[in-house]
Structure formats: structure tokens, C-alpha cells
Nanobody, 122 residues
Framework: QVHLEESGGGLVQAGGSLRLSCTAS????????MAWYRQSPGKQRELVAS???????NIADSVMGRFSISRDYTKNAVYLEMSSLKPEDTAVYYC????????????????WGQGTRVTVSS
């Protein structure tokens, strides 16, 4: 019902910056929360940053001060601004959204994007 599409990943040198974008489309009434996760080979997926309706956001300690998250409500989009990138940031970054697909739904439905790869070279 809902599709999340990420973009903006790529290869960047250490210390560089990238801006990831995620746009949700499909059967969307509203989006409650959006987040960015990342996963490196052999590791569990971890939460990088999240943002709720109203702008409240959380940033993982590992990226605090370097990453920021924002939303564009008119576009059903969420962004992750990444700076001072480190090789340890190399991962596939996934967009996540908690979506109300209809009015007065009992609970939102979670959706994942397919991921966009970020590679930070030393």
C-alpha cells in the first residue's frame, strides 16, 4: 500500500557530506513517525535518527553532532543530512515510516524502504 524510496547514497570520502532523501507514496492518510536506520554487513540494523509529527527527533549517540533529520510534510519526505562522515558510517541506510493508511486506524503500519548505500572511504 505504501512505498518508501530512498535516494542520495553514494561514495564519499571521510569528512565529506551526503544528504539522504526518502519519499513515501501510495495509500497514505498521514505519517506519524519517520526514521533512518542503517545496517552494515554482519551487523544488526540500528536506528540512526527518528522524527515524529511535530518535529520531535532523536539522534543516535554515534552520529550526534554530525547527522540531522528533518521532514517535509507536504512531500511525505524525510531527509538525513550527514556531515563529517566516517568510514564507520558505511552502511545501507533504510527509511522507515509509521503510516496511517486511513482515518481513525487503530494503529499505524510500519513500512521500510529498500535502502540506499553509503560508502565512506578513508
Amino acid at each position: 500500500q505504501v512505498h518508501l524510496e530512498e535516494s542520495g547514497g553514494g561514495l564519499v570520502q571521510a569528512g565529506g557530506s551526503l544528504r539522504l532523501s526518502c519519499t513515501a507514496s501510495g495509500n497514505i492518510f498521514s505519517i506519524r513517525n519517520m526514521a533512518w536506520y542503517r545496517q552494515s554487513p554482519g551487523k544488526q540494523r540500528e536506528l540512526v535518527a527518528s522524527i515524529a509529527t511535530g518535529g520531535r527527533h532523536n539522534i543516535a549517540d554515534s552520529v550526534m553532532g554530525r547527522f540531522s533529520i528533518s521532514r517535509d510534510y507536504t512531500k511525505n519526505a524525510v531527509y538525513l543530512e550527514m556531515s563529517s562522515l566516517k568510514p564507520e558510517d558505511t552502511a545501507v541506510y533504510y527509511c522507515w515510516a509509521d503510516v496511517d493508511v486511513a482515518p481513525l486506524t487503530p494503529a499505524p503500519s510500519p513500512y521500510w524502504g529498500q535502502g540506499t548505500r553509503v560508502t565512506v572511504s578513508s
